[in-house]
Structure formats: structure tokens, C-alpha cells
């Protein structure tokens, strides 16, 4: 007979990897529908770049470190999240990725911007591929990369600086920077300019506060951010 507790870990993960899953069948739905072109070739290869990124780079992750995609699936439910990223953790999310494919959608529909080259298309996802890829690398390496900011005592929270860490301080905040260009350059839309322009101003304002955090209540950050001077941008900040 099956362990009760067992089962219901066993059904946890199985709806969390459907609910991850479903959020990045999200972007297709958006871009085909929304853009009424189910022939538009751009939005189902960065559909497919994102969803082998997301789901992949999630597997990947909870291979190396059982349990962390529970955690992040908690979304600081019952725990001592920093109270300002309530707000920007969603916000960070919705905007690196939907709002920008909603706003392609719409061009794509109406015709707001003339189409890009191929090769534009294709330098756009090369972007997204390699942006994504960053991300991922900073996900599997970072056992502590929950989905929102906070202190985590009770997993033995200590700094993290392998890996893409060596290079940055928040490494998987900086790949997602290449797809806010990326994004929408592969989908031929001047306006998604507009909606990453958005999200790079709130990623910078979540790294700045998480970074402060950090510094104030993790062991050992301050020596680490001696050693590795950049928060985002390599060369510049």
C-alpha cells in the first residue's frame, strides 16, 4: 500500500510541473491567437526556445537539487519574503516574458511595425537561446534560487559562486536581459521595445533591492560582492 504522504509528494509535483508547463503554453497561445497568423513562424520557434528553457532548465534544476521547485512554487507562501518583492517578483515575471509577447501579438495583428529580415528574426532568437541558456546555467547552479527574495535559515542559505556566479552576482537576472532585446526582434515588433524597456527598469530595481538584502543578511555576501564587482551588467553595474 502506498505511503499517503508519499502520494500526495508524488501529485504535488506532477500538478507543479503541469502548472509550469501550462504557463509556457501560455506564450504560443498568446502570439497565434492573439496575433491571428497561425503560420507566423517567429512565434512558434521563441515559443519553443522558451518553453525547452523553462520546463528543461526546471528539470535540470530539481535533478541537482531535489525539493528547490517546490520552493520556488511556493512563491513565498508562508515564509519571510522581503515585503516589497510580493509585489516585484510577479511583476518581474509577467513582464520579462508576457507582457512583451502581448504587445508583438497586437503588432503582429494590426500591422503596427513593417516586418523585420530573416536574419534579424533569427539574431532576436539566437538572443532569446543564448540569454535563456545564462539563466538556466545560474538556476542549476544555484541551489538558494527561489522564486522570491529572502534569507533562507532554514536551508543553510550560503552564497553561491560557481558557475556564472564567478561572473556576476545575479546572473540569472542577466540572461533574461538578452531576451528583453531578443524577443522583440524575432517577433518584427518595435513596440515590444517599449514593454522590455519596462521590464529592464524593474529588474534593475529588483536587483538593486536584492542585492541590499543580501549584503544586510547573508554570511559572507559582502566578500563575495568584493570579489565579483558586477550586480547585472558586466562592465557597468
Not at 528553457?53 to 525539493?67: F, K, S
Not at 544555484?142 to 556576476?168: A, K, M
Request: with cysteine; glycine share 10%.
Amino acid at each position: 500500500m502506498r505511503d499517503p504522504a508519499t502520494t500526495r509528494s508524488v501529485e504535488l509535483s506532477a500538478t507543479s510541473w503541469l502548472v509550469i508547463v501550462a504557463a509556457y503554453l501560455v506564450v504560443p497561445f498568446v502570439l497565434i491567437v492573439g496575433g491571428r497568423d497561425p503560420a507566423w513562424w517567429g512565434a512558434w520557434a521563441l515559443s519553443w526556445v522558451a518553453l525547452v528553457a523553462g520546463v528543461g532548465g526546471r528539470a535540470l534544476a530539481e535533478r541537482r537539487h531535489p525539493g528547490l521547485l517546490a520552493d520556488r512554487m511556493r512563491f513565498g507562501r508562508g515564509q519571510e519574503v522581503a515585503p516589497w518583492d510580493r509585489l516585484l517578483a510577479p511583476l518581474m515575471g509577467f513582464s520579462i516574458l508576457y507582457l512583451p509577447v502581448i504587445v508583438a501579438a497586437l503588432d503582429h495583428r494590426y500591422g503596427w511595425t513593417a516586418p523585420f529580415p530573416t536574419w534579424v528574426n533569427v539574431v532576436g532568437l539566437l538572443l532569446c537561446v543564448t540569454g535563456y541558456g545564462v539563466t538556466v546555467w545560474a538556476l542549476v547552479e544555484n541551489r538558494f534560487f527561489t522564486s522570491t527574495v529572502r534569507i533562507q535559515t532554514e536551508r543553510g542559505h550560503r552564497v553561491c559562486d560557481s558557475g556564472p556566479y564567478r561572473y556576476l552576482r545575479h546572473p540569472g537576472y542577466a540572461g533574461n536581459l538578452l531576451p528583453l532585446v531578443g524577443i522583440p526582434l524575432a517577433l518584427d515588433s518595435l513596440w515590444a521595445f517599449a514593454a522590455t524597456g519596462a521590464a529592464l527598469v524593474i529588474s534593475i530595481v529588483r536587483t538593486a533591492l536584492e542585492d541590499r538584502t543580501l549584503m544586510a543578511g547573508l554570511p559572507g555576501y559582502r566578500r563575495y560582492a568584493q570579489r565579483v564587482r558586477y550586480r547585472l551588467l558586466p562592465g557597468l553595474w
